[in-house]
């Protein structure tokens, strides 16, 4: 048995998405700017493409600028607001302290421009509060950005709130929402969320595609330049065959979004209770306001890079934390954020599923994880220490 259970890093490509794809790559396969017949019939896909997505997020179609993915994305909604705000004399940003990488790079980068960047606590309750951001806005602020759900943990942020607080300010607002678009439902305009990020392999699409929103007024720069494509935002050949694919994987998965949310919360829910019943651990994130499918835990005593080979020699496909963080030795910065002390960080597992999986692999997750922690608990001088007083256990 081989159990798929790291959805948060990619998902398998829909069948629908993939019988959608198909004849651009057979019949439309022209390119969307040619003038010509063939090009034309491109080019109505894709704007019926674009439409479809707008419609998933509520907002306007010419709204939507395709990308590569939520990382291009993310890049460009930040940059764009810093290069604007600079221009007004505002070089403040917020975020938080357990962004993914492709939004705290980018504020590190900016920040060796002249740019502040003030990073929110996460520790209460592994999350943020629009408290808190209203607290951290100032006259100088050209930009809020907070994910809309965190990668690891599965902390579903307080977005409408957060959003309400930056309209009022007049900041714009930016999420980054890879993991919770096809996942969580949206609704950009009511949610007064000014741009938006996400990524077509978190929700069954195809990988290498994306999307930005940005509200209708806001100006954008350019992070590739080349041609006229994207309304001149985004220069290159629309890759027509991933965005039809996008397109239709998120209309599948907001049609079915409540059904698939209850199945899945309920698988997640029951690989809680029973990873809950392992000593010496504990679930990262607050336990009810969570993605559907995330479940993350550190077991103290442990090595997390062990732990997954192991899972996978057992049939369990799992991870520590961020797939764009793997081959990385040190401990989650997302754990770190939350409070979790290195030698507890360094034993995380985050299990991430979705309505394809079953009962009966959640009951062998719950058979073998047990197991290999205690193999690896024994073979591990830490934990003899932990057993015999000479060291106090933290979890």
Known sequence: ????????????????????????????????????????????????????????????????????????????????????????????????????????????????????????DVKNGHNVTAQQVKDAIRPDTCLVTC?????????????????????????????????????????????????????????????????????????????????????????????????VGMAAALEDACANMAENTAKTTALRDKLITGLEKIPHCALNGDRVNRLPGNVSFCFEGIEGESLLLYLDAQGVCASSGSACTSGSLDPSHVLLAIGRVHDVAHGSLRLSLCHENTDEEIDHILTVVPQVVELLRNMSPVWRDLQNGEREYIL
Not at 40 to 67: H, K, S
Not at 93 to 115: M, Y
């Open 1 to 120: 048995m081989q159990i798929y259970a790291d959805n948060a890093a990619t998902t398998k490509i829909s069948q629908h998405a993939l019988q959608a794809m198909m004849p651009c790559f057979e019949t439309h396969y022209g390119n969307p700017s040619s003038l010509h017949t063939v090009g034309q019939e491109a080019n109505e896909i894709l704007a019926d493409a674009r439409a479809r997505v707008a419609a998933c997020l509520g907002c306007e179609p010419r709204e939507i600028y395709f990308t590569s993915g939520g990382s291009e994305a993310d890049n460009q909604a930040i940059r764009s607001a810093a290069f604007y705000g600079a221009k007004k004399g505002k070089k403040h940003i917020i975020s938080t302290a357990f962004e993914h990488h492709a939004v705290l790079h980018t504020l590190n980068a900016l920040e060796k421009e002249g740019f502040e960047v003030t990073l929110l």
């Open 147 to 243: 994910m809309y759900a965190n990668n690891e943990i599965g902390s579903v942020l307080p977005i409408a709130e957060i959003g309400a607080v930056c309209k009022e300010a007049g900041v714009p607002f930016h999420t980054d929402a890879v993991q919770a678009v096809g996942h969580l439902h949206i609704d950009v305009k009511a949610q007064n969320i000014d741009m938006l990020s996400l990524s077509g392999h978190k929700f069954h699409g195809p990988k290498g595609v994306g999307a930005l929103y940005c509200r209708r007024g806001l100006p954008l720069v350019n992070i590739i330049e080349g041609g006229a494509q994207e309304r001149g935002k985004r220069g290159g050949t629309e890759n027509l065959p991933a965005i």
